[in-house]
């Protein structure tokens, strides 16, 4: 699919079977946060007639995070990670309906509201004075979806065995407000700097349809075929206000420009898929994809702009293949190609933007790419290996790129196209069960990217390599659990962080966290659960690779208490 370049998840909701209904009720909070959290869930079937709904409500402060050093950054104390807060809600209630006995129909609805949510950020002055001030709000949030279905098994028809239709409506609205305020530097005048206060307001609204069949062509043959579609509406309303203070009295000025045209996004696909056994140790799945895709902008109040329009079609393939080499081994392979094309935001966003200012480029190309794995599972009763390779070759890679210049005082980017980039890995992970009721479990990543036209150009966006560790008990009455794991992030220097405080890499850093469980009691109808967590046990300072270059540092060592009930 478009937004699918490197993989995607299946989810498959399983309808209860037998008449009744079961249900889970907990409770949580937070000690470095004050994090408090509810959440209840029902499911179950009366006759013909299955049931599935559920809701949580949390509400957490501002964390805090440790004291350290994390690159070239250090804090001396704790510090407040301002902005890191929310208060949000969410629910959904699904309804099945079986027709026949080989018929069902449901209807699905789902929300999620928040309210004063942030990004979170150190402030400046707590390590790196001088720098600009960035604050970025959402204070308000609102999603809502309605999805409704109907599936026939099997029918035994010509064409289909299973016939699957679902349909979809969504809103997402949301409120963003980006502050910035920073110092001009002048000696005489300490006072004088620049405050941008801007509030962006987005309604997209997203309607979707999707049509897929299979049928047993032979013993050994299992086609699948159909179509997607989806289509997005874009609108939204900026406003801003820039102050310079200090040559007097204040300068205002405002600016009402829409940073984003009412726009549409149009995706539509169709696809075929062929599983066929090649005797008994082998399965070969082979599929391809034909997708088009038309983006295109109206005329926007505010804007002083000719509506645009572009669009984009290709077809894509991949093959797989697993190799049973006996019980134990399985051999696996996979090639195929991928295509993404552009989304709205990386199209024709134009404004302020998280660090910087966003410029827009209605000339932006989609990506292809070209993927190989490799890979060998072995598994018995009481041990797993995984081992696989992959080499992933970008065509016109969308990345952010610094233009050299500033547009209101902010540093401006762009997503421009990469012409080839190359990102190459291997990931293992394995377990160990022993018969006393331990397990020892591991994996291990490395990932490297380039710019293969230009090698000196750093591309990468995540650390170069992860390590991970948990040795796991479980008591054999199953009364209790406790596991302790660690992660090693290894540093990564290909990647450009310009004059940030952090650096010239990301940093490498290790995190380790304790869990554990307690069966509490039971009665006839319910089991009552206490877990308990401590994560960053060492209280290190560290980010993860999305927020290090803006530095959002991870909570500080926070014990989380939960509670369940289950019925």
């Given at each position: 699919g478009s937004d699918a370049i490197g993989g995607v998840i299946n989810i498959i909701t399983r309808e209860p079977e037998a008449d009744g209904f079961q249900g889970l009720v907990s409770a949580r909070y937070?000690?470095?946060?004050?994090?408090?959290?509810?959440?209840?869930?029902?499911?179950?079937?009366?006759?013909?007639?299955?049931?599935?709904?559920?809701?949580?409500?949390?509400?957490?402060?501002?964390?805090?995070?440790?004291?350290?050093?994390?690159?070239?950054?250090?804090?001396?104390?704790?510090?407040?990670?301002?902005?890191?807060?929310?208060?949000?809600?969410?629910?959904?209630?699904?309804?099945?309906?079986?027709?026949?006995?080989?018929?069902?129909?449901?209807?699905?609805?789902?929300?999620?509201?928040?309210?004063?949510?942030?990004?979170?950020?150190?402030?400046?002055?707590?390590?790196?004075?001088?720098?600009?001030?960035?604050?970025?709000?959402?204070?308000?949030?609102?999603?809502?979806?309605?999805?409704?279905?109907?599936?026939?098994?099997?029918?035994?028809?010509?064409?289909?065995?299973?016939?699957?239709?679902?349909?979809?409506?969504?809103?997402?609205?949301?409120?963003?407000?980006?502050?910035?305020?920073?110092?001009?530097?002048?000696?005489?005048?300490?006072?004088?700097?620049?405050?941008?206060?801007?509030?962006?307001?987005?309604?997209?609204?997203?309607?979707?349809?999707?049509?897929?069949?299979?049928?047993?062509?032979?013993?050994?043959?299992?086609?699948?075929?159909?179509?997607?579609?989806?289509?997005?509406?874009?609108?939204?309303?900026?406003?801003?206000?820039?102050?310079?203070?200090?040559?007097?009295?204040?300068?205002?000025?405002?600016?009402?420009?829409?940073?984003?045209?009412?726009?549409?996004?149009?995706?539509?696909?169709?696809?075929?898929?062929?599983?066929?056994?090649?005797?008994?140790?082998?399965?070969?799945?082979?599929?391809?994809?034909?997708?088009?895709?038309?983006?295109?902008?109206?005329?926007?109040?505010?804007?002083?702009?000719d509506p645009l329009e572009s669009s984009d079609g290709t077809f894509v393939a991949a093959v797989n293949g697993i190799y049973r080499a006996s019980d134990e081994i399985s051999v696996v392979a996979a090639v195929g190609r991928a295509f993404r094309a552009p989304n709205l935001i990386e199209r024709f966003f134009d404004g302020s933007a998280t660090g910087g200012y966003q410029v827009a480029n209605p000339e932006l190309e989609p990506e292809t790419s070209t993927n190989v794995d490799l890979g060998l599972r072995f598994r018995t009763d009481r041990v797993g290996l995984e081992i696989f390779g992959f080499r992933n070759q970008i065509r016109d890679g969308i990345r952010i790129a610094a233009l050299d210049d500033q547009v209101d005082g902010q540093d401006a980017f762009q997503n421009v196209n990469v012409e080839r980039l190359r990102y190459r890995g291997v990931e293992v992970s394995g377990d160990v069960r022993f018969s006393n009721g331990f397990m020892v479990l591991g994996s291990f990543s490395t990932l490297d990217s380039e710019d293969v036209d230009d090698p000196e150009n750093p591309v990468g966006d995540s650390f170069s390599s992860k390590t991970t560790a948990a040795l796991r008990y479980d008591s054999p009455s199953r009364r209790f659990w406790a596991q302790i794991d660690g992660r090693w992030q290894g540093e990564q220097r290909e990647v450009d962080l310009g004059d940030n405080p952090l650096g010239d890499v990301l940093p490498a850093f290790d995190v380790y966290n304790l869990r554990g469980g307690l069966r509490l009691f039971e009665t006839e109808s319910t089991l009552h659960r206490l877990n308990v967590a401590v994560t960053n046990l060492t209280d290190a300072l560290y980010a993860e690779a999305t927020n290090a270059s803006f530095f959002r540092p991870e909570p500080k060592r926070n014990i989380t208490l939960s509670y369940e009930v289950s019925f």
């Open positions: 937070g000690q470095v946060e004050n994090q408090g959290k509810g959440a209840a869930r029902i499911f179950g079937r009366q006759g013909r007639l299955t049931v599935q709904a559920g809701g949580t409500w949390r509400s957490a402060d501002s964390y805090e995070a440790p004291s350290g050093s994390f690159g070239s950054i250090e804090l001396d104390e704790d510090v407040t990670v301002l902005n890191s807060g929310v208060s949000d809600r969410s629910g959904d209630l699904r309804l099945g309906w079986d027709l026949a006995e080989n018929v069902h129909a449901f209807g699905k609805f789902e929300y999620y509201t928040a309210e004063d949510a942030g990004f979170g950020s150190v402030a400046p002055a707590d390590f790196a004075p001088g720098e600009a001030e960035i604050n970025l709000l959402y204070p308000d949030q609102r999603f809502a979806k309605f999805t409704a279905g109907f599936r026939a098994d099997e029918m035994g028809t010509a064409l289909a065995d299973r016939l699957e239709i679902v349909g979809y409506g969504q809103d997402n609205q949301r409120t963003f407000v980006n502050n910035l305020a920073f110092s001009f530097g002048i000696p005489n005048a300490p006072e004088a700097g620049l405050r941008i206060e801007g509030e962006n307001f987005t309604d997209i609204r997203t309607y979707g349809f999707r049509a897929e069949a299979r049928k047993l062509a032979a013993s050994n043959l299992l086609l699948t075929y159909g179509v997607d579609l989806f289509r997005d509406r874009a609108e939204g309303t900026d406003f801003e206000t820039q102050t310079t203070v200090g040559f007097g009295p204040p300068m205002v000025e405002t600016d009402d420009t829409p940073s984003l045209p009412t726009a549409t996004f149009l995706n539509a696909g169709t696809f075929v898929q062929a599983e066929v056994d090649v005797g008994e140790r082998l399965t070969l799945v082979g599929g391809g994809r034909y997708t088009w895709i038309r983006a295109k902008t109206f005329r926007t109040e505010g804007l002083d702009a």
